[in-house]
């Protein structure tokens, strides 16, 4: 069984920043991409920010220069270091992996999701 953690999400002023983790844990020999996509009320869930197992990054260009994606592979743990967030950055952000678990199949995992709101 894999599980997906998610913290750091909550309320904050435009300009402010936050940080979201997200930790893997269960039967996983290897994660390959991990990434965060999030869904704003009434529209479809959108990719934000992706992480290879090499390091190599990709972004949404409306978040490009704002926000990075890392991880510590040690810990199985993704982050994402939001700045300059602005109301349109208000979503419920999920954290992805796609992963071999220990009996060598593959499986994409999602989080259960933390709230951010930008608000004055």
């Known amino acids: 069984q894999v599980q997906l953690v998610e913290s750091g999400g909550g309320l904050v002023q435009p300009g402010e920043s936050l940080t979201l983790s997200c930790a893997a844990s269960g039967s996983i020999l290897r994660i390959n991409t991990m990434g965060w996509y999030r869904q704003a009320p009434g529209k479809q869930r959108e990719l934000v920010a992706t992480i290879a197992s090499g390091g190599s990054t990709s972004y949404a260009d409306s978040v490009k220069g704002r926000f990075t994606i890392s991880r510590d592979t040690a810990k199985n743990t993704v982050y994402l270091q939001m700045n300059s967030l602005r109301p349109e950055d208000t979503a419920a952000y999920y954290c992805?992996?796609?992963?071999?678990?220990?009996?060598?199949?593959?499986?994409?995992?999602w989080g259960q999701g933390t709230q951010v709101t930008v608000s004055s």
């Open positions: 992805n992996a796609a992963l071999i678990r220990s009996d060598r199949t593959y499986l994409s995992s």
